[in-house]
C-alpha cells in the first residue's frame, strides 16, 4: 500500500472522489489507512502548487538592475569574479519593498557566470499565482474545505495525538507538510 503516492502524478487528473477519499481517510479509526493517507495527502499537496513563472532577461539589463558593468568575454576566467559576486551570498542586499523583491533576479543555477555568461538568463520570478475562493480549482478546494472545518482539525488532531502516545520524537514529513498547508490555508 506503500506505493499509492507514487501513482498521484501532475500529468494525471485525479479523480475528485479520490481527493475526498484520501481526505476522509485522515480521520479514519485505522492507523495504517491513516499513515498511506497522510502521505497521499502530502503528494496532492505538492502537485497542486501553481507551477513557477519564468522569465528571461538579457545579460546586460541584469547587470545594469544591479549597478555593475556588463563583463567582457576576453578577460573571463573561471571561478569568483566581481561579475559573479552578486551570485554568492557575500554581495547580496536583501529588497526593501515588494516591488524590488519581484524585480530580484535569484538564479536557481549555480554554474552561470562561473566560466562564462550566457547571453539571455532564464530565472524563476519571485511571485506566483495565488489562488482564491473564485479561482481556487476544484480539487484544491476540496482540501481547503476541510481544513477550514473545524470538526475535522479536531478529529485530525486527536488522531494525530493518539499515534504520537509512544512517547517517541520522530520526524514525520509527509505530517509536517499536511500541518503546514493547513497552516498556510488559514492565513
Not at 479520490?18 to 491513516?34: G, M, P, Q, S
Not at 530565472?123 to 482564491?132: D, L, S, V
Amino acid at each position: 500500500m506503500a506505493f499509492i503516492p507514487f501513482l498521484l502524478q501532475r500529468q494525471i487528473q485525479i479523480p475528485l472522489s479520490c481527493i475526498r477519499i484520501l481526505v476522509d481517510f485522515l480521520i479514519h479509526e485505522n492507523l495504517d489507512i491513516r499513515k498511506i493517507a497522510e502521505q497521499c495527502i502530502s503528494t496532492l499537496c505538492r502537485i497542486q502548487k501553481p507551477p513557477r513563472i519564468y522569465l528571461e532577461k538579457s545579460l546586460h539589463d541584469i547587470f545594469y538592475q544591479i549597478k555593475k558593468s556588463c563583463p567582457d568575454e576576453a578577460f573571463s576566467c573561471p571561478g569568483d569574479r566581481d561579475d559573479n559576486l552578486w551570485i554568492t551570498l557575500n554581495n547580496y542586499q536583501p529588497p526593501k519593498t515588494q516591488i524590488e523583491w519581484e524585480q530580484t533576479c535569484f538564479l536557481d543555477k549555480s554554474f552561470h557566470g562561473y566560466y562564462k555568461w550566457p547571453k539571455v538568463i532564464k530565472y524563476p520570478m519571485n511571485k506566483r499565482e495565488r489562488y482564491t475562493k473564485n479561482t481556487m480549482p476544484e480539487d484544491v478546494a476540496i482540501l481547503y474545505n476541510r481544513f477550514m472545518d473545524k470538526n475535522f482539525i479536531t478529529q485530525l488532531i486527536q488522531y494525530m495525538v493518539i499515534t504520537d502516545e509512544s512517547n517517541e520524537l520522530n520526524f514525520n514529513i509527509h505530517r509536517f507538510r499536511m500541518v503546514f498547508f493547513e497552516i498556510l490555508v488559514s492565513i
